[in-house]
């Protein structure tokens, strides 16, 4: 009678589970999020922000320590920013990519946790589910450099390409000098993380990069897929306690 009943509780919950609609931005069938399209950004003002990589062996499972920074100079133009990429010493390709790299909404804390920068820079709420389309760079998350910019397929990454959806504006919603780059591998575990921070006239950097970093992985759909994945077990439990 017991197994009984709490096979009708853990059902109930399943099906509740199952009923939650997806957070907003998430599954999508359009493109764009529901704020729409990203805005080109014009006007922004002559500045360089850099994320230097710590040299730190921040995952110890993949036996690499991703070396090199990510840079976001303002066009003279105002209009769009030129990013340069320079990371090297990615671990083996056969086991871990491709690699993808994101600008993130919060910076990185003083203890390093690669976690607490939390998601990617999304200000149309476009959500993750949806791969990003290349083709259509102002339907995706601000913050996806890789998904506007192709993945990491190799070792090493040495490029530079036109951004136009980041802003050298300090209080801007597109401004990225005051928010963090995170490098995951291809199940989404976060590998490193470093602040943005400016880079004066005189070549020096205000403010310090990103602290030595912890190890950590971003659930994203995991998360969920875990909780379906817990409900169908406790249903297999209580079947075989039925029998």
């Known amino acids: 009678m017991h197994a009984k009943n709490f096979l009708v509780a853990v059902g109930g919950i399943a099906l509740v589970s199952a009923q939650v609609p997806p957070t907003t931005g998430i599954l999508s069938t359009t493109l764009s999020g529901p704020g729409g399209n990203a805005t080109i950004q014009t006007s922004n003002p002559p500045a360089t922000y850099i994320a230097a990589l710590p ?8 036996g690499s320590v991703i070396t090199g920074s990510v840079t976001g100079t303002a066009n003279a133009n105002g209009t769009g920013i030129l990013i340069s990429v320079n990371l090297t010493s990615f671990p083996s ?22 976690t607490a920068t939390l998601g990617h820079l999304d200000l149309t709420d476009r959500g993750e589910y949806h791969p990003c389309e290349v083709a259509a760079p102002q339907t995706c998350q601000a913050g996806d450099l890789a998904g506007k910019h192709r993945n990491i397929m190799g070792t090493e990454l040495v490029t530079s390409y036109q951004e136009l ?10 401004f990225f000098g005051d928010k963090s ?4 591998r291809s199940n989404t575990t976060r590998l490193t993380c470093a602040n943005f921070v ?3 006239g005189n070549g020096t950097a205000s403010g310090t990069g990103g602290a ?5 992985a971003f659930m994203g759909a995991a998360g969920k897929d875990g909780v379906n994945a817990l409900l169908v077990g406790l249903v297999a439990v209580a079947c075989a306690m039925l029998l």
Do not use: E, K
Not at 55 to 62: H, L, Q, R, V
């Open 55 to 62: 040299p730190t062996n921040f995952d110890p499972a993949t």
């Open 93 to 114: 390709p056969a086991l871990y990519s491709p690699f993808v790299y994101h600008i993130h909404t919060l910076p990185v804390p003083a203890d390093g946790n690669c």
């Open 165 to 174: 959806y980041l802003s050298t504006t300090p209080g801007s919603p597109y």
């Open 181 to 184: 780059l995170v490098v995951h």
């Open 198 to 200: 400016l880079v004066q």
């Open 212 to 216: 030595t970093p912890t190890p950590s």
